[in-house]
């Protein structure tokens, strides 16, 4: 399994971005995605999931600024990022859990994911 992440950069607070990560290696379908993200110097903290039935899971500090969505055909999971703060700042990363029909953020930020990406960089300007 394979997950290549894209859409970093740097952008002003307030402003958008798209994250996207291409997955391969697995058929996509019965799976749980999600992305997380750190700060050097702590933890890993989970930001969303979707599972197999399209079912999205935020975590609180993003809930109504990111929506997670995937296009099963292509193999693609996404992030879109409105209204960034300056906290949002940090490496984004892709992750899944082939063969898991349901999930949410918290437990999975608890339990973790089998398989991670390399990480994209989001960084913020004031």
């Known amino acids: 399994v394979q997950l290549v992440e894209s859409g970093g950069g740097s952008v002003q607070a307030g402003g958008s971005l798209r994250l996207s990560c291409a997955g391969s290696?697995?058929?996509?379908?019965?799976?749980?995605m999600g992305w997380f993200r750190q700060v050097p110097g702590q933890g890993r903290e989970g930001v969303a999931t979707i599972d197999t039935h399209g079912s999205p899971s935020y975590a609180d500090s993003v809930k109504g600024r990111f929506t997670i969505s995937k296009d099963n055909v292509n193999n693609t999971l996404y992030l879109q990022m409105n209204n960034l703060k300056a906290e949002d700042a940090a490496q984004y990363f892709c992750?899944?859990?082939?063969?898991?029909?349901?999930?949410?953020?918290?437990?999975?930020?608890?339990?973790?994911?089998?398989?991670w990406g390399e990480g994209t960089l989001v960084t913020l300007s004031s």
């Open positions: 290696g697995y058929t996509s379908g019965l799976d749980c």
């Open positions: 992750a899944a859990e082939p063969g898991l029909e349901f999930c949410t953020v918290v437990v999975r930020t608890a339990y973790g994911m089998a398989f």
